[in-house]
């Protein structure tokens, strides 16, 4: 190889990358570096896709979980909001039984008995409200009649409710109805008890007197 040849730009470009090839094999004998090690093979490629799909499934498992606990937590809310509060609705052991009553008047049900509230604690938080009664009406009747107690805020579900037709030729379809009625209650919470004591202050304040325009002489 001549002199000159070695002074060309193309000689020198080679001799680099030679150097650098020739660096490169020296690197790796010395320090016992493997091509097996820089190039997975294609079990240690299914073991990595394995765990890969492992970790995948994991995390769409998580997301599928808060999910839930979203849907829980905005069932809970809407429980809350659509409680009995009696800061709020009035004493149950009174208005619930006069809620009926009305509602019966309004669709001439006859209530032949409407028992006490009962309450049974489901935790300090909330407690279920039952109220057990009988009625007389036609199915027109007693239809209206339950749907103006679910329609009532809060609204009013039957726990559990029998209907009994009179089959006799003076029943006129006449039906007897025995049920037990149920609502969820609340206790108050600060908020509640903050934004009820502000409505009383507000309802406490002396209306206004109306302007008086004066009249002309």
Do not use: H
């Not at 509060?85 to 669709?107: C, F, K, N, T, Y």
């Not at 309450?119 to 279920?128: A, G, H, K």
């Not at 029943?171 to 502000?198: F, S, V, W």
């Amino acid at each position: 190889m001549s002199r000159k040849y070695l002074q060309t730009t193309r000689s020198k470009i080679l001799f680099c990358v030679g150097g650098l090839i020739f660096s490169g094999l020296w690197i790796m004998m010395n320090l016992d570096i493997s091509f097996a090690s820089l190039v997975p093979s294609e079990r240690t490629l299914d073991t990595l896709r394995r765990q890969q799909k492992e970790e995948r499934n994991k995390w769409n498992a998580m997301q599928q979980k808060l999910a839930e606990l979203d849907r829980v937590e905005a069932s809970y809310r809407e429980l809350l909001e659509n409680a009995w509060l009696e800061i709020r609705d009035g004493s149950a052991d009174i208005e619930i039984p006069r809620r009926i009553r009305e509602a019966a008047q309004l669709r001439e049900v006859v209530l032949q008995n409407v028992n006490a509230v009962k309450r049974t604690r489901i935790n300090n938080d909330l407690f279920v409200l039952e109220v057990d009664l009988r009625a007389i009406g036609t199915l027109p009747t007693l239809t209206a009649f339950w749907n103006d107690l679910a329609a009532c805020k809060p609204a009013m579900n039957w726990r559990k409710i029998d209907l009994r037709a009179d089959m006799s030729q003076q029943g006129g379809g006449t039906i007897y109805l025995n049920g037990t009625l149920r609502l969820i209650g609340r206790e108050p919470t600060a908020e509640d008890l903050a934004a009820q004591k502000k409505a009383d202050e507000a309802a406490a304040q002396p209306a206004a007197a109306p302007a008086v325009k004066g009249t002309a002489l």
